[in-house]
């Protein structure tokens, strides 16, 4: 089976670093079994469907039903068993006649068995795939490749996922995460970038919480989905969570574009470093007290894309590799004295996260604040969060105000995982000063605290009316006139107004007999959100930057209050229903550089794909501009997807090279093409 029809799937890489998803029940309780799960997903139709002649495959109709149920393949003793992909642990990786079916996977630590440590090829042993060194600190090995039976996606579009699970070994509990084992995560996804679409992280649930935090933080100018999730039951037993936990991980990873670190448990899909463990027991583990899920699964995927965050600088994406172990969680409780601060706060810790009462509050002896004072004066970073898990800190109270005064630096509504990751990355980071990292605790790096009220402009906390929403309709409609009309036919000057010229469009006698319904706000606002993606398109089509930005500001002026105006990503990112494209993917075929330019700055996601399976970046590259070539690499854009895989850029390189085309070579080459000459 070939890969290279990509258009209608996505790559997704599992990193399993362990938990209780993979333990299987011994005489020493619950013990993780190495690729255990890895079998289990091959197994069950729902996580592997390669031939779609499962159930999933065909009950999108009762006619598709029919004719599945009827062929033999729904019966064990049919064809569907046989015709099957082998396991991708029986036999070892030589074993599997279906090489096409495997990815070039990397990672910083072995996988498997080293290529000069392994046996003959008929000999390889079972479960064990077979790497080779290709640098220093970097292995690769093939991995086997599963696929899902077609769910669907944004926009209706019907797509399968197709992954491999990067196995650590030895597989670890979630009590014994470190920061090497951040670093590790991080590292394995910057590795892998490039060739997959989306990530998801196995993980423990204990420590969850602090990885998910810690990631947030140390995948710097992310671009893609990274999803964190385990489950509190085992996938061995009948009834778990760990099913509908990794299931629904992977298809938010495999269809969404949300450029976070997240966290997904239990149907629902947080920030992961707003998110803190509430229940070693409940299914419903996880909560966000301080902010509203990205995403709800129910019998919809909702996505609140309000709340994604967008990458808007133009950097590529880099994981952090290094963490600041001399931080610490100190709590303070009634009757701790100065002392106790002094020995908590002694070389080499040089951050404290301090859960104080209430809002902010702390026992106001004169040995416990001079203490305080002491550490805030020597260089140590000292942050106050509070005890509660709901609420933020703040100085309303005198006694919250004096620990501001001694130094302490407040710390919002962040919870106590966020806190210390985030206090652990400043850190960690030589070319900050103590007072530069005290201003950037307040300061929301990954969205994972919130603004005080002071600090949010009026606009985004005042609902629009509905003459607001007719105004704001009547400006759109006026863009849309203005841009759909040729430039030899815009004489004389059209105006969209709800007035006629020179006379009263309505009768004020006839509305007050008749008592006409007006436009509720709702139904105002959802005209702008059937219009406004329209309108994007066509200002990006024609490089118009006024029509470009009408659009951005309308939608930052419509703020959290104005949910009826949401698009799917933003304006910035609204997909054509036919072709599938965002505006980016317009402004690369046109070569509407100073639209890119806005787009990219208002958030656009620079991998997105449209139907096809093309990025905008291969579009730049084909349409021959160079300059916006050069704006969407230095954004992050890699060649993906159908890009690649479909074989097209090869064409395009080998087209140019026949033609002598040392322009398009050149531009394919910007773009991350494999630009290889032949010898002559």
Not at 129 to 139: A, T
Not at 234 to 262: K, W
Request: glycine share 8%; proline share 7%; charged share 20%.
């Amino acid at each position: 089976m070939d890969l290279s029809h990509s258009a209608d799937e996505s790559k997704v890489l599992i990193i399993n670093t362990g938990g209780t998803i993979n333990m299987i029940f011994s005489q020493q309780g619950y013990v993780p079994e190495p690729y255990f799960l890895t079998e289990t997903l091959h197994s069950q139709h729902r996580f592997h469907d390669p031939l779609e002649e499962s159930l999933f495959s065909h009950s999108s109709s009762l006619e598709g039903y029919r004719r599945w149920s009827s062929s033999g393949k729904a019966s064990p003793t049919g064809h569907s068993f046989s015709s099957r992909e082998p396991s991708p642990s029986r036999g070892g990786a030589h074993a599997n006649p279906y090489q096409a079916l495997t990815l070039p996977v990397r990672s910083c630590r072995p996988i498997g068995i080293p290529e000069h440590l392994a046996p003959q090829a008929d000999k390889v042993l079972p479960r064990q795939p077979v790497c080779k060194k290709v640098s220093e600190d970097v292995f690769e090995a093939h991995l086997p490749t599963l696929v899902t039976p077609r769910s669907t996606g944004p926009g209706g579009n019907s797509k399968r996922i197709r992954y491999v699970v990067l196995e650590w070994h030895p597989m670890l509990d979630s009590s014994n995460i470190e920061i090497q084992d951040w670093i590790r995560i991080a590292t394995d996804i910057e590795l892998n970038y490039p060739n997959f679409d989306g990530f998801v992280i196995l993980h423990g649930t204990d420590t969850m919480s602090y990885t998910s935090s810690a990631l947030s933080f140390m995948l710097e100018d992310l671009g893609k989905t990274v999803v964190v999730t385990g489950a509190q039951i085992p996938m061995s037993q009948l009834r778990n969570d760990a099913v509908d936990n990794l299931l629904g991980a992977l298809v938010i990873a495999g269809h969404y574009i949300i450029p976070e670190c997240c966290l997904y448990f239990n149907h629902t899909l947080f920030r992961g470093n707003r998110v803190s463990k509430m229940s070693s027991y409940d299914l419903n583990a996880f909560s966000s007290p301080n902010f509203p899920p990205l995403v709800n699964v129910g019998i919809d995927i909702v996505v609140n894309w309000h709340d994604v965050m967008r990458q808007t600088s133009l950097r590529r994406f880099r994981s952090h590799k290094l963490m600041s172990p001399h931080v610490a969680t100190l709590r303070l409780f009634p009757g701790i004295t100065g002392a106790t601060i002094r020995a908590f706060v002694a070389p080499p810790t040089r951050g404290i996260v301090l859960e104080t009462f209430g809002a902010g509050n702390a026992p106001q002896r004169a040995d416990l604040m001079a203490a305080l004072k002491e550490a805030c004066d020597a260089g140590i970073v000292i942050v106050a969060i509070s005890q509660c898990a709901k609420g933020s800190v703040s100085d309303a109270y005198e006694t919250g105000r004096s620990l501001l005064q001694s130094g302490v630096v407040p710390g919002g509504d962040m919870t106590p995982e966020c806190a210390l990751t985030k206090l652990s990355y400043l850190l960690s980071k030589p070319e900050l000063s103590p007072a530069q990292v005290r201003a950037l605790i307040g300061t929301p790096l990954r969205g994972e605290l919130t603004l005080p009220e002071s600090k949010v402009p009026p606009s985004l906390s005042q609902p629009a009316s509905i003459d607001q929403s007719l105004d704001n309709i009547q400006g759109v409609l006026s863009q849309v006139v203005r841009l759909s009309t040729p430039p030899s036919a815009r004489t004389p000057h059209i105006v969209v107004s709800g007035t006629s010229a020179g006379s009263d469009a309505r009768d004020t006698a006839a509305d007050a007999a008749t008592a006409p319904w007006s436009w509720t706000a709702a139904e105002a606002a959802a005209t702008e959100s059937a219009l406004f993606p329209f309108l994007v398109h066509l200002a990006v089509s024609r490089d118009d930057g006024a029509g470009v930005r009408f659009c951005l500001a309308a939608e930052t002026e419509a703020g959290a209050e104005r949910a009826g105006v949401a698009v799917g990503g933003g304006f910035a990112n609204c997909l054509d229903a036919a072709s599938g494209r965002a505006p980016l993917h317009v402004a690369a075929l046109h070569g509407a550089l100073a639209s890119a330019a806005l787009l990219l700055e208002a958030g656009a996601l620079v991998h997105v794909r449209d139907a096809l399976g093309h990025t905008p970046l291969y579009y730049a590259a084909r349409q021959g501009h160079e300059a916006l070539v050069d704006l969407l690499v230095k954004a992050g854009a890699n060649l993906s997807g159908a890009d690649v895989e479909g074989g097209f850029v090869g064409v395009a390189v080998k087209k140019a090279m026949r033609a002598h085309d040392e322009d398009a070579l050149r531009i394919w080459k910007k773009a991350g093409a494999d630009v290889v000459r032949p010898q002559v």
